[in-house]
């Protein structure tokens, strides 16, 4: 393998963040598609099936006639991606109204904060540890060199992680206050503070992790908590993973902790002033939020680019058969499997169940998820101190 | 204690969870597989909608078997409507011994659909049929009579393409 001069690695490194930012914009829209079907499915509805005018032409005759001879048409089930479209040119095109008595700059740089903050945690990200592939030789410039799964596994990822993706509440705090207007400020002001409360809990379960692997780089954690574990030290994770989901859950300000959007109480939260692509980059950081979320759920707690979660994959290792050894290999399917699996999660819990008052979810986040991450952070420590 | 464990474990989410997850599943699995479908939403444009056997929808004027047009212009209906948008204009009609109605307007934007006018009518003549896609582009369009190609009260509305059949 050739050593990469300087300008071969930065095209490499190019070549990562391509490769990312596709995974990123492509799992949005399609979390957002997805949210309205499996809510529908849920719900026992069909979710999105038609757009517009979908009864007519050539597909409209079909689904109409397959309706009628009562089937679930195939084309309907993806009618509604249309509206993906419809949507992103609805928020492009509306009119961006700032407020008069705005601080026009803040209110400018707010959903900017919160998207900057929610994509680049992105950077440490390691889908594959070391070598996803290496480009063939035939390939201009850089052929023959690797190209690894993440744009950088930098040796303090998780402390980069969690440091920028803090950054976030600046963002809603920021955009709650410049609005001067009430609504949004106490919904800016409810949601940092559930935002700062929950990110004690999301930090202590996001520890035992670390205590178990003895490291704070991504690539080595994921590696570690997926097959250099005893089997019964699956127990604390466990506890530990239901902890982390119901932090993020939290962070990502999702339902069942849906605090900046409760209709009834604040009109929308902290984004109520906001409109147009303002609003959308507030939305887009939602969900990629969600993905950042369930990455590191199912980096440190579902085995990640290995197959099984909870470190059994280190116990299915070596009695795999030959033929089954890539079930053994890192490899970025089962990743962005497990991506997919938790943000259906997400939705999933969404369905189920209803918002908590706010006086609640304090309460759960101070008295229950604190204690408890302290409990299942104790756990590790015995765990490592006494077995690994 | 039991409170305090109830709290801590996430029993009552789990089956909450598999209650939603169980609906999932269906509806995404079985979706062809079954004669009835397993979700509960008509799907209206496609498949006719189904009302209850008293919605009240559009004045319609009944013909008997000959093809004969009910109404004997007793004006019950007029004298009743209390938004008067029947009008009924009497006239005769060769070999029919009952008043035979020449003129009999209906002027559906202004209808409450309080179906008082059936309840008068000693007749059985008129009826409030099943229609309900009553949308029109033009205050005219509404204005419906015996005569005239699309504004007539004895066919569907030129709207209604998908819904109900008159019964």
Redesign the interface.
């Known amino acids: 393998m050739p050593t990469p001069t300087l300008t071969q690695s930065i095209v490499i490194t190019l070549i990562q963040c391509l490769l990312v930012v596709i995974f990123v914009f492509v799992v949005v829209p399609l979390t957002v598609f997805a949210e309205r079907k499996?809510l529908g499915?849920?719900?026992?509805?069909?979710g999105s099936?038609r757009v517009a005018s979908?009864?007519v032409g050539f597909s409209g005759w079909m689904?109409?006639s397959m309706?009628?001879m009562?089937?679930?048409p195939v084309l309907s089930y993806w009618r509604g991606i249309p509206g993906l479209v419809g949507d992103v040119l609805k928020l492009i095109l509306k009119e961006d109204v700032i407020p008069a008595k705005a601080d026009r700059f803040v209110f400018f740089i707010a959903p900017s904060i919160s998207m900057v903050a929610a994509i680049v945690v992105f950077a440490a990200i390691s889908f594959v540890p070391g070598t996803f592939f290496t480009l063939p030789t035939w390939f201009p410039f850089v052929g023959g060199l690797p190209v690894s799964g993440g744009i950088a596994d930098i040796n303090v990822g998780l402390l980069w992680i969690l440091g920028v993706a803090t950054v976030g509440v600046y963002g809603i705090v920021l955009a709650g206050w410049s609005s001067n207007s009430k609504y949004p400020l106490l919904g800016g002001l409810r949601s940092a503070a559930q935002m700062v409360s929950y990110e004690v809990p999301l930090a202590l379960s996001l520890l035992a992790p670390v205590v178990l692997s003895a490291s704070l780089n991504f690539g080595e954690m994921s590696a570690r908590m997926a097959t250099g574990m005893p089997a019964w030290a699956l127990v604390p994770q466990v506890i530990g993973f239901?902890l982390y989901l119901t932090c993020g859950f939290a962070e990502t300000n999702r339902l069942p902790f849906d605090m900046p959007e409760a209709e009834n109480e604040l009109v929308a939260g902290f984004h109520t002033e906001y409109s147009g692509m303002k609003f959308g980059l507030f939305y887009l950081a939602e969900y990629i939020n969600m993905a950042v979320v369930s990455a590191l759920a199912s980096a440190f707690f579902l085995g990640g680019p290995w197959l099984l979660p909870f470190g059994l994959q280190g116990l299915v290792n070596p009695y795999l058969p030959g033929f089954l050894s890539w079930f053994g290999a890192p490899h970025a399917i089962f990743f962005v499997a497990k991506i997919i699996f938790l943000l259906f999660t997400y939705i999933?819990?969404r369905?189920?169940?209803p918002r908590y008052r706010y006086d609640q979810i304090m309460a759960v986040g101070w008295k229950?998820l604190i204690p408890?991450a302290l409990i299942n952070l104790l756990l590790a420590a015995a765990i490592r101190c006494f077995a690994v | 204690m039991h409170k305090f464990l109830r709290t801590l474990i996430p029993a009552d989410i789990a089956k909450g969870l598999s209650i939603t997850g169980k609906h999932f599943s269906q509806v995404f699995f079985t979706a062809n597989r079954r004669k009835v479908p397993l979700h509960i939403v008509s799907e209206y444009p496609e498949v006719p909608a189904k009302v209850q056997p008293r919605f009240r929808g559009r004045l319609t004027l009944l013909k008997d078997e000959q093809g004969e047009i009910k109404c004997v212009c007793c004006l019950a209906c007029e004298k009743i409507c209390p938004t008067q948008v029947i009008t009924i204009e009497k006239g005769k009609k060769e070999g029919r011994k009952m008043p035979f109605p020449v003129r009999y307007d209906f002027e559906m934007e202004r209808c409450i659909f309080c179906e008082f006018c059936v309840e008068s009518c000693g007749f059985d003549s008129i009826i409030l049929n099943h229609q309900f896609e009553l949308a029109a582009y033009n205050r005219e369009d509404f204005s419906l009579g015996t005569e005239g190609l699309e504004q007539n009260m004895f066919e569907p509305s030129h709207a209604g393409k998908f819904s109900v059949a008159d019964d």
């Open positions: 499996v499915h849920i719900q026992q509805r069909l099936t979908g009864h689904n109409r309706w009628k009562g089937r679930v239901l999933w819990v369905g189920t169940i229950y408890l």
